[in-house]
């Protein structure tokens, strides 16, 4: 057997490579692997047939305990508590109806059981198809039931003429209240968005106080907009908000400038488009402190290393004076 496990080793060491460490490491795994691929068969083979006879029978009194047992667990709740025998189909009021009344209609009684619960705890059926807020409520029995369902009192047939004697019967006759019309919301009209509040964003649909809040910060810290393609540099508006935007938001204020000739560096970098290119702020006022203010936005083409498209957008924000 010693032969056997050097000869083994050597042969694994020759295959793979390795030292006679892992050499000893790789033939146990390939041990392990063998054993349990065969453990399986060997059990089935030699051992179960020790422990359990073919020949062996269960007696039939335990398998109809067991099945009897079983029977209440694998029933779904709807066929354990089934319909009264006698069903008659006639109107009923859910919101008044007792739980015997609701049975008497077809509801099974676990169901009959939840509606008046649901009662209890302050619920009402306005309308027939309340019923399917019922948990399992099955939609068989709802369109069985629909056209009994009666959630007012019937008004008594009275002939011309007839007194109506107790006040019951004339609140009954009485017609019914019209609905009260609420007056229509104010239609979206365009608006100045440079002095534009938050209630005036949050009507537009999409943009609730949150999103409105984004808006006023990025305006106030540009100076305000002066084009409406700005609208789509705010963070986080999505298609419907910037439509909205596109169609009731209009510039009719001027934006907030900024001395360019004057204005020292730090606080042309607390301007959004300064503060994400401070190369280029930094380039504009060196250069304007070695060849003196700018007349123009023209002489900003002096400055050879300056990005255009950072320019482009400072440029609506900076005044000559």
């Not at 006639?90 to 509801?107: H, R, Y």
């Amino acid at each position: 057997m010693k032969r056997f496990t050097q000869r083994l080793q050597f042969l694994l060491q020759d295959f793979f490579g390795v030292s006679p460490k892992e050499a000893r490491g790789i033939a146990f795994l390939l041990c392990f692997s063998l054993g349990f691929l065969v453990f399986p068969i060997a059990f089935q083979q030699w051992v179960l047939p020790l422990t359990v006879s073919p020949d062996t029978e269960v007696p039939q009194q335990l398998l109809d305990s067991l099945l009897k047992d079983l029977a209440p667990r694998n029933t779904p709740p709807a066929a354990r508590d089934t319909t009264p025998a006698t069903v008659s189909l006639q109107p009923f009021n859910p919101n008044t109806a007792s739980e015997d009344e609701l049975k008497g209609v077809g509801i099974p009684s676990f169901l009959a059981r939840r509606i008046v619960h649901y009662r209890t705890k302050g619920g009402k059926f306005r309308d027939s198809g309340d019923l399917r807020k019922i948990y399992d409520f099955p939609d068989t029995l709802f369109r069985k039931l629909q056209p009994y369902v009666v959630l007012r009192p019937p008004v008594p047939d009275k002939k011309p003429g007839t007194v109506l004697s107790s006040p019951k019967e004339r609140a009954q006759t009485v017609s019914p209240t019209p609905p009260v019309l609420r007056p229509a919301a104010h239609p979206l009209v365009p608006f100045d968005i440079n002095t534009a509040d938050s209630t005036q964003l949050i009507r537009l649909k999409g943009i609730g106080s949150g999103r409105a809040r984004i808006i006023l910060n990025f305006r106030n810290a540009l100076g305000g907009f002066h084009s409406t393609k700005q609208f789509e540099e705010i963070y986080g508006m999505d298609s419907t908000a910037l439509s909205q935007l596109q169609q009731y938001a209009r510039i009719l204020s001027p934006v907030r400038q900024l001395p360019v000739n004057t204005i020292p560096l730090t606080a042309l970098l607390q301007h959004p488009y300064a503060r994400g290119n401070k190369r280029w702020a930094t380039l504009l006022i060196r250069y304007r402190d070695q060849h003196g203010p700018f007349a123009s936005a023209e002489d900003f083409n002096n400055i050879r290393a300056m990005d255009p498209d950072f320019m482009e957008k400072l440029t609506p924000y900076l005044h000559f004076d």
